[in-house]
T-cell receptor, first 112, second 112 residues
Framework: GENVEQHPSTLSVQEGDSAVIKCTYS??????FPWYKQELGKGPQLIID?????GEKKDQRIAVTLNKTAKHFSLHITETQPEDSAVYFC???????????FGTGTRLKVLA | SQTIHQWPATLVQPVGSPLSLECTVE??????LYWYRQAAGRGLQLLFY??????ISSEVPQNLSASRPQDRQFILSSKKLLLSDSGFYLC???????????FGPGTRLTVT
């Protein structure tokens, strides 16, 4: 079946540094790629997304890039802050359905 | 604006007891609705999704069931809980044109 691989599983950075999380998808017809932030004990929050007709999207300190040829997409967080500490999930739409395939998550720790 | 509610927030139930979790969405009509389960420290597993009243698709064979008695109400049920049913249950909704899924706050279920 289709899958999404996400790396790394854990990531520690110093406050102010950048963080990058990478995902690879298998469904070549996927056309929507959201990123979620999940804080402890809460539901995932959609923080940014990108569609297949765009190569990059930025929202303040957060950016997402998409390489359709390589089937890679990445989340970039600049000037990290302690409140960025959370688990981040990537996902890819499953073609022909309303469903997503989720990555396994990355636990980001921002050290003050 | 749209909001999604889940209750209860936490639940402790003995093995063999029934279960009913409720999810409601406000501020939108005819949403797609989803039930996910998240085991401790793990990713998101899609259990059921619904594209309309009475239309339920099951993703994983198990002793859980779902129903959609009203347009914006989604219920997750079980007749007899198993220890393995413990987890964090998340409801989500999406529109029928765009793919964005928005999650509720979740229900923490512990089966003892």
């Amino acid at each position: 079946g289709e899958n999404v691989e996400q790396h790394p599983s854990t990531l520690s950075v110093q406050e102010g540094d950048s963080a990058v999380i990478k995902c690879t998808y298998s469904d070549s017809a996927s056309n929507y790629f959201p990123w979620y932030k999940q804080e402890l004990g809460k539901g995932p929050q959609l923080i940014i997304d990108i569609r297949s007709n765009v190569g990059e999207k930025k929202d303040q300190r957060i950016a997402v890039t998409l390489n359709k040829t390589a089937k890679h997409f990445s989340l970039h967080i600049t000037e990290t802050q302690p409140e960025d500490s959370a688990v981040y999930f990537c996902a890819a739409s499953l073609s022909g359905t309303y469903k997503y395939i989720f990555g396994t998550g990355t636990r980001l720790k921002v050290l003050a | 604006s749209q909001t999604i509610h889940q209750w209860p927030a936490t639940l402790v139930q003995p093995v063999g007891s029934p279960l009913s979790l409720e999810c409601t969405v406000e501020g939108t009509s005819n949403p797609n609705l989803y039930w996910y389960r998240q085991a401790a420290g793990r990713g998101l597993q899609l259990l059921f999704y619904s594209v309309g009243i009475g239309q339920i698709s099951s993703e994983v064979p198990q002793n859980l069931s779902a129903s959609r008695p009203q347009d914006r109400q989604f219920i997750l049920s079980s007749k007899k809980l198993l220890l393995s049913d413990s987890g964090f249950y998340l409801c989500a909704w999406s529109g029928t044109v765009l793919y964005e899924q928005y999650f509720g706050p979740g229900t923490r279920l512990t089966v003892t």
